[in-house]
């Protein structure tokens, strides 16, 4: 019997706590920048919605080219060029009080955050064996699903018994921390040595073609997403569940890892489409229960279905898009991944804002659940297709 390659192995490791140490950081801001905004710097629910805002177009804008950045200069180097200055940009918040400087300090971090997102997950796909690369991507992705209710919990609690000079205090060593793991990170050389950094520019540097079709599905898998990762706590709120806000996340949480150690050895062992059907079922379900939640426990209960859900989804689809391509183009397979999931969600952030306004927030969770629905019936077809002509070629060369 073949002995299976290791995942864990060090540098795999050092991966994955240094992505855990930056999606903390992220999500912890994110989550109190805005309490900050109103409460310390005396400004507008609209002006706390614009740090977000500037962030993710920051992180936009320059994603395309880090695949191109990371081929020049090598992955490894630019992962640590980034989390140092993502450190800085942390350091920073404790220092920078005028609100314009506050939004230029967002749009700086953004692109250090997304170079370093690109570059940890594109080494991650290097260095985890490719007859494991569903699991062990996975298993990487976890680092971001912890830091879903790490970030918050940590930085809630912080600025409740301390201040926020603490929060960015705490969180800037939490990152030094990251960073400092990553020295651990050992590059894949043969991956390394095939770098095209002489290569003209082209648009086939913005963006991996080949990626395109599955990172267009995860774009729309991140549209419905917005409604949970923006209107949730408003939701609950009217919906008097607010004090159950943040056990929904744990329960969210803890739904992804429980059951991603399965879902990455099914991709595996018996292909995508026996993760990615469940997973868009259950997302599809707890969307649907979401809007019609008159309770705790069906409330926690949809955070069980979309933990599963979006867990089971977003890193196997983010492998089809690395699987997608050669090993040396795994960089900008997964820029283009991130690019088309980041836009997606500002996209639905902004769009599904629109329609809460105007219909409220439990139309917005029910056209969430039809969307992520009709993208599931989409899969469906196109995966049936892809069999028949399979069937037919081999039938053919028989």
Not at 303 to 315: C, M, R, S, W
Request: aromatic share 14%; proline share 4%.
């Amino acid at each position: 019997m073949k002995k299976r390659e290791p995942i864990w192995t060090k540098t795999f490791i050092g991966l994955f706590c240094t992505n855990l140490a930056v999606f903390t950081v992220f999500y912890g801001l994110v989550t109190t920048l805005p309490l900050y905004v109103l409460e310390s710097l005396n400004r507008t629910d609209e002006d706390a919605g614009l740090l977000m805002t500037i962030f993710l177009l920051s992180a936009i804008i320059v994603r395309p080219f880090t695949g191109k950045i990371l081929d020049i200069y090598g992955k490894r180097k630019m992962l640590w060029i980034s989390l140092i200055f993502y450190l800085v940009c942390t350091i920073l918040y404790a220092f920078v009080t005028p609100f314009s400087g506050l939004l230029i300090l967002r749009f700086v971090q953004g692109i250090w955050f997304s170079i370093a997102t690109t570059a940890s997950g594109s080494l991650a796909a290097d260095n985890v064996p490719m007859s494991r690369r569903g699991a062990g991507l996975g298993y990487f992705t976890m680092s971001t699903n912890l830091a879903v209710v790490l970030g918050p919990m940590l930085a809630l609690l912080i600025v409740q018994v301390l201040s926020f000079n603490a929060l960015f205090i705490i969180m800037s060593i939490f990152m030094l921390i990251g960073a400092s793991l990553s020295l651990t990170i050992k590059v894949d050389k043969d991956v390394e040595k095939n770098k095209t950094s002489k290569r003209p520019f082209s648009i086939h540097d913005l963006f991996e073609k080949k990626s395109v079709p599955i990172a267009l599905l995860a774009s729309v898998v991140s549209f419905s997403y917005a409604s949970v990762l923006s209107f949730l706590s408003i939701y609950a709120q009217q919906k008097h569940l607010l004090h159950l806000a943040t056990i929904f996340y744990l329960v969210y949480a803890s739904a992804m890892l429980l059951t991603r150690p399965y879902t990455g050895r099914w991709f595996d062992e018996k292909g995508p489409k026996y993760v990615l059907i469940p997973g868009f079922i259950s997302f599809c379900g707890g969307l649907i229960l979401l809007a019609f939640i008159n309770s705790p426990f069906l409330f926690l209960l949809s955070g069980v279905f979309i933990g599963f859900g979006y867990g089971a989804l977003v890193p196997s689809l983010q492998t089809l898009s690395v699987q997608a391509t050669n090993p040396q183009r795994s960089g900008y397979a997964t820029a283009t991944f991130f690019t088309l999931f980041d836009i997606g969600i500002a996209v639905g952030s902004y769009i599904l804002g629109l329609i809460a306004v105007h219909f409220g927030y439990q139309n917005v969770y029910v056209l969430s659940g039809i969307i992520i629905f009709v993208l599931l019936a989409f899969y469906i077809v196109a995966d049936k297709k892809k069999t028949l002509v399979r069937n037919t070629l081999a039938a053919k060369d028989l």
